[in-house]
């Protein structure tokens, strides 16, 4: 059964620290990872990977794949109030148009 | 302006009636998508639909239905089979993926549905 987990669930952090969210995944035929922000609603997308090894930046926000040990990290460094948020990975299973989501993991930056 | 819509954003119904939750979307996506957010889970998708008149259950349809007259729009009916509807309804749409290209998903802003 395709599968997505991400750690932690949740973490309090401080304004300024850096922290690191995980996501690992067990699907059939990958094509994809995604990252996304939700704040109060509507999910807002961050990040798409397909290739291992390449990072993606956007200003403090940076994330990697490794396609060998099925997992990827969210990077946010110097954070903010406004990074408070619950961060979701997704993976698509190739071709299938679908995506399957972890748990989430819910930051606080607290000031 | 583009982007996905639906309606409304609070929804109140009694146990045993349905219930339909619109989603209209002016982005020219082909693909569309009906999740459900329950408290520290992720998101589980209910039913998509890759082109009008087309669509396939995802996960948990269960006691939900669908359909896909428009390009535009991708209303879900909650049933009263289903067990547990109260949850965050999120809608979301996308080009329709061939083999070359990658498109993100766009969500909508969300239907908070309670049943009583």
């Known amino acids: 059964e395709d599968k997505v987990v991400q750690s932690p669930l949740s973490l309090v952090v401080h304004e300024g620290d850096t922290v690191t969210l995980n996501c690992s995944y067990e699907?059939?035929?990958?094509?994809?990872l995604l990252w996304y922000k939700q704040e109060k609603k509507a999910p807002t997308f961050l990040f798409m990977l397909t290739s291992s090894g390449i990072e993606k930046k956007s200003g403090r926000l940076s994330s990697i794949l490794d396609k060998k040990e099925l997992f990827s990290i969210l990077n946010i460094t110097a954070t903010q109030t406004g990074d408070s948020a619950i961060y979701l990975c997704a993976v698509e299973p190739s071709n299938t148009g679908k995506l399957i989501f972890g748990q989430g993991t819910t930051l606080q930056v607290k000031p | 302006d583009g982007g996905i819509t639906q309606s409304p954003k609070y929804l109140f119904r009694k146990e045993g009636q349905n219930v339909t939750l619109s989603c209209e979307q002016n982005l020219n996506h082909d693909a569309m998508y009906w999740y459900r957010q329950d408290p520290g889970q992720g998101l589980r998708l209910i039913y998509y639909s890759q082109i009008v008149n087309d669509f396939q259950k995802g996960d948990i349809a269960e006691g939900y239905s669908v359909s896909r007259e428009k390009k535009e729009s991708f209303p879900l009916t909650v049933t009263s089979a289903q067990k547990n509807p109260t949850a965050f309804y999120l809608c979301a749409s996308s080009i329709n993926r061939g083999f070359l290209g990658d498109y993100e998903q766009y969500f909508g802003p969300g239907t908070r549905l309670t049943v009583t």
């Open positions: 699907v059939t035929n990958f094509r994809s």
